[in-house]
C-alpha cells in the first residue's frame, strides 16, 4: 500500500507563516503530479497548488503570491510553504500524490489524512 503522512498544521494568527510537509512511503515506483487540497466547513474540497515531478507548479489564484509549492523527490516529500495567512486558509489542508506502484501498474489517486490549518483573526 502506499501512505502519506501529513504534518505542520496549526493554529497562527493571520499575517502568520506555517509549512506543511506531506511524505510518501510504501510500495512506490513512481510518483507523478504532487498537491495540495483544501477543504473548509461546508465547502467543497478545493485545489490550492500542485507540482509536477519536473518542478511545474500550479496554484489556486486565492493563493498566489503567498503560498509555495515545492517537492523532494528523492525523500518522496511535498512541501506548501504558506505565508501572509488569512482568516479564509482555514481548512484542513490534504496532500495526494498520483503514484505508480510498479512499472506495468496505472497511475492511481492517493490522499493523506489531513492535516488542521486555523488562522485568527
Known amino acids: 500500500q502506499v501512505q502519506l503522512v501529513e504534518s505542520g498544521g496549526g493554529l497562527v494568527q493571520a499575517g502568520g507563516s506555517l509549512r506543511l510537509s506531506c511524505a510518501a512511503s510504501?510500495?512506490?515506483?513512481?510518483?507523478?503530479?504532487m498537491g495540495w487540497y483544501r477543504q473548509a466547513p461546508g465547502k467543497q474540497r478545493e485545489l490550492v497548488a500542485t507540482i509536477t515531478t519536473g518542478g511545474i507548479t500550479n496554484y489556486a489564484d486565492s493563493v498566489k503570491g503567498r503560498f509555495t509549492i515545492s517537492r523532494d523527490n528523492a525523500k518522496n516529500t511535498v512541501y506548501l510553504q504558506m505565508n501572509s495567512l488569512k482568516p479564509e486558509d482555514t481548512a484542513v489542508y490534504y496532500c495526494?500524490?498520483?503514484?505508480?506502484?510498479?512499472?506495468?501498474?496505472?497511475?492511481?489517486?492517493?490522499w493523506g489524512q489531513g492535516t488542521q490549518v486555523t488562522v485568527s483573526s
Open positions: 495526494k500524490c498520483v503514484v505508480r506502484r510498479a512499472f506495468s501498474s496505472p497511475w492511481s489517486d492517493y
Open positions: 510504501g510500495s512506490i515506483f513512481s510518483i507523478n503530479v
